[in-house]
Structure formats: C-alpha cells, structure tokens
Antibody
Framework: EVQLVESGGVVVQPGGSLRLSCAAS????????MHWVRQAPGKGLEWVSL????????YYADSVKGRFTISRDNSKNSLYLQMNSLRTEDTALYYC???????????????WGQGTLVTVSS | QSVLTQPPSVSGAPGQRVTISCTGS?????????VHWYQQLPGTAPKLLIY???NRPSGVPDRFSGSKSGTSASLAITGLQAEDEADYYC????????????FGTGTKVTVL
C-alpha cells in the first residue's frame, strides 16, 4: 500500500524558513517523479514543485521560484521542500504527491498524502 | 490566477448528468498536453479520477468520463449520486510557464 506522510508544518513568521518532509513507502520511490501541491484555506489546488525520479530535473511554480527548493533522498525514500523568505500568502496545506507512471511526469498524480499545514503569520 | 478556467459551480438532481468544462489555450491543452481530473471530497486529499484525457483508474465508476477537444476538456458525471458532491479540478501542462504543471480553478458540484 502506497503511503505518503508529510511532516514539518508549523506556524512561522513572515520572512522565516521551514523544511517540509515526506516519508514514502509501498512503492519503488526512486522510479517516480514526486510533487508538492498546496491548498490555501478555502481555495483551490496550486501546484508548487516537482522533482524527477533521479533528482536531475526540478520545476517550480512562478510564485515560489527562487524561494523554495525541492529535493529528495532516494536512500531514505524521502522528499523535502525547503521554504525560505516565507510570505503570508504561502499559508496552506502542503501535500506530498506521487506521479502516476514511472519515469515520467505527464500522466497525472495518483497518490497524495494527507498534508501538513504551514501558517505564515506574525 | 490559473491558466485553466472552470465554472465555479455546477449542480444537478440525483440521476442527472452534469458536465464540467476546463478551458485552456494554445500553450496548454491546445498544445496537445493531456488533461487529468481530480475529485476532492470535503476534508480529504484529492483523488485521481481521469488520466490521459479519458482513462479511468481502477476503482473509478464508469459514471465518470472525460474528453478533450481543441483547447478545452470536459468531465461528465452521469447518474449523479449524493456522494459525488465534491470539488473537481482539471490539470494539465503549460509550455509558457517555467513551472510546467497547472491546475484548473476548480468546480464545486452540488447534488440537489
């Protein structure tokens, strides 16, 4: 059974930093592209970032580019999101998610974690 | 603001058919990129409903169907049921964005 468990969400002040983690199990982690997707309270889904199965390719939404860094440790079956220069508009539930097909990022997202809440507030 | 536009809400009585549109442009859906659909029940994580424009993952009822034409895509729900009340999002890719991935604005389906 595929499981994605996020952690690291807390309340942080504007301008602060935070690192989210996602522990993956139930599939061959280093075969799959992984994503971070966020959802602000009462709002829609916003894709944040993806990292390819080998870590060689990364993409970011314009809203976080230059502030957030996605990474992975395939030896630990873990995904990370380093978040710097946080803004109030970064307040959201952050989901870790797995791409559907191995070796690709064009077939959709088939598994999602339950999310970790990041609140940016003074 | 997302580059994929959906109606904020649609509604229907039990047993009826409803459709949700996802309107894009020549840099995303019109460029040939696939469209995927997700269902998000209240208080839960999204679930993949349709992938590759019209394919259903195992376990998704055949009441749900997807299609794509030109710069738009659609999700149809036939035989609407109370448990279909949820938010629905389309998702595709956009060559004009540095980030590539994009979700639609989302549609709330209400069963009357």
């Amino acid at each position: 059974e595929v499981q994605l468990v996020e952690s690291g969400g807390v309340v942080v002040q504007p301008g602060g930093s935070l690192r989210l983690s996602c522990a993956a199990s139930g599939f061959t982690f280093d075969d799959y592209t992984m994503h971070w997707v966020r959802q602000a309270p009462g709002k829609g889904l916003e894709w944040v970032s993806l990292i390819s199965w080998d870590g060689g390719s990364t993409y970011y939404a314009d809203s976080v580019k230059g502030r957030f860094t996605i990474s992975r440790d395939n030896s630990k079956n873990s995904l990370y999101l380093q978040m710097n220069s946080l803004r109030t508009e970064d307040t959201a539930l952050y989901y870790c998610a797995k791409d559907k097909d191995a070796g690709s990022w064009y077939q959709g997202i088939d598994y999602w974690g339950q999310g970790t809440l990041v609140t940016v507030s003074s | 603001q997302s580059v994929l536009t959906q109606p904020p809400s649609v509604s229907g009585a039990p047993g009826q058919r409803v459709t949700i549109s996802c309107t894009g442009s020549s840099s995303n859906i019109g460029a040939g990129y696939d469209v995927h659909w997700y269902q998000q029940l209240p208080g839960t994580a999204p679930k993949l409903l349709i992938y590759g424009n019209s394919n259903r993952p195992s376990g998704v009822p055949d009441r749900f169907s997807g299609s794509k034409s030109g710069t738009s895509a659609s999700l149809a729900i036939t035989g609407l049921q109370a448990e279909d009340e949820a938010d629905y999002y389309c998702q595709s890719y956009d060559s004009s964005l540095s980030g590539l991935y994009v979700f639609g604005t989302g549609t709330k389906v209400t069963v009357l």
